[in-house]
Each structure stands twice: as structure tokens, then as C-alpha cells.
């Protein structure tokens, strides 16, 4: 669960970072989302592949 | 003559000026080179981000690297990408370890000092602290991110990006 929140911030952090560093202003919340979600579910998915059964 | 050469023949001496001022500005304190360059949301951000990862990072126990003769290439990499968090680096390896040390060469062979040797032993030691590995993710995500906005600082001043 710790695990989950520090790859939670850590992806949040990084979003918002890309989002403003790549996307003119109107669309920097699309992008955003985007990013978190590949982010939030690539750390989901590396935590579960890592420790299957925890 | 390469796209290379005919990209750098088409940058003025002022663009060149203002791109190397933005980025040494931007390398000095994240976000300035921004600001600098008149995009100061950009740039408050930048500096929220950057400030965030770092602070997380100490709070967090996590490591700065220091080039290291067992994988010598990756970890004078992974120091160089550190400097670029700028003058915040050397004063937080110094917090952290109790001097500014960057390389654990000549450290079997005794040609270290000895405040060089016990500052790399409080390095190690923050390795067996509960969140060490988490700090470190978080310190070398804001290196990272200072690096990339020292780069968008460059563009920008040389016109390349709005």
C-alpha cells in the first residue's frame, strides 16, 4: 500500500512536469490525465508483477 | 553540409547568448531561466515540481550517487545527471553526508581522506534506512526534471520553442 501511494505522487509529480513541459496551455490537462493513467497503471502493473501475492 | 550544421549556422549570436543565459539561469535555481524568459506560470511550476521531488527525496532518506569503480560509466552518468539539480546538489550531498563527496575511487586502495571515507560510510548506512530506495527515486526524478527544464530553457531562448 505504501508502495502504491509513493509510485501514486511520484507519477502525479511527473504528469503535471510533462504536461506543462509538452502541451501548449489548452491542452495540458488531457495530456495530464493520459500520463497519470499510463504512469499510475505501469506502476500498478510493475508492483504486481513484482509481488504477486502481497 | 548537415541538417546539424545548417540548423547551428541559422542561430544568431543574440539567440545563442539568450539560450545559454536561460539555461545557466535555469540550472541556478529551477524555473528561473523560465521566468527569464517571460513564462513565469511555466516556470512557477518547474520550481514547485522540481522543489517537491527533492524535498520528498531528503524527508524520504533517499542517495545521491557517486561514481563508483564497479560500474564506473553508469554512476559518473548518474552523478552528472545529479549536478544538473545545480547548486542545490553539492549543498544537500553536504547535509546528507557531511561533506561533498562524488567518488568512492581510490576508496579500497586508503587514498581517500578521512572525511571522505566517513562521509561514504553515512552514504551507506542510508541504504538500510526503511525509505532509502523510494528518496532516491524521488531525488534523481528531480535531478532528471532540472535537466529537461535547463534543455526547454535553451529552446526557448533560441527560439526554437514558444
Not at chain 2, 571522505?116 to 532516491?136: K, M, Q, V
Request: aromatic share 10%; hydrophobic share 50%.
Amino acid at each position: 500500500m505504501r508502495h502504491l501511494a509513493h509510485m501514486l505522487v511520484l507519477a502525479a509529480i511527473l504528469s503535471v512536469f510533462f504536461a506543462f513541459l509538452f502541451a501548449e496551455s489548452g491542452r495540458r490537462l488531457r495530456l495530464g490525465l493520459k500520463l497519470f493513467a499510463g504512469l499510475a497503471g505501469g506502476a500498478l502493473l510493475l508492483g504486481y508483477l513484482m509481488y504477486p501475492f502481497s | 553540409m548537415t541538417p546539424s550544421e545548417t540548423r547551428a549556422r541559422r542561430l544568431t549570436a543574440e539567440q545563442v547568448r539568450r539560450g545559454l543565459l536561460a539555461g545557466f539561469v535555469a540550472w541556478l535555481i529551477p524555473g528561473a531561466g523560465h521566468l527569464l524568459l517571460r513564462r513565469p506560470r511555466r516556470a512557477a511550476v518547474f520550481f514547485g515540481l522540481v522543489t517537491l521531488a527533492a524535498t520528498l527525496g531528503v524527508v524520504f532518506d533517499g542517495n545521491l550517487a557517486v561514481a563508483d569503480p564497479r560500474a564506473p560509466v553508469l554512476t559518473r552518468l548518474q552523478v552528472a545527471a545529479d549536478l544538473a539539480l545545480g547548486p542545490a546538489e553539492p549543498v544537500i550531498r553536504t547535509a546528507l553526508y557531511g561533506a561533498p563527496v562524488y567518488s568512492r575511487f581510490g576508496l579500497e586502495s586508503g587514498r581517500l581522506s578521512r572525511e571522505a571515507r566517513a562521509a561514504l560510510e553515512r552514504r551507506e548506512r542510508r541504504f538500510f534506512r526503511r525509505w532509502n530506495h523510494y528518496g532516491t527515486a524521488y531525488l534523481l526524478a528531480a535531478c532528471l526534471m532540472n535537466l529537461l527544464v535547463i534543455l526547454d530553457a535553451w529552446d526557448i531562448g533560441i527560439g526554437r520553442k514558444d
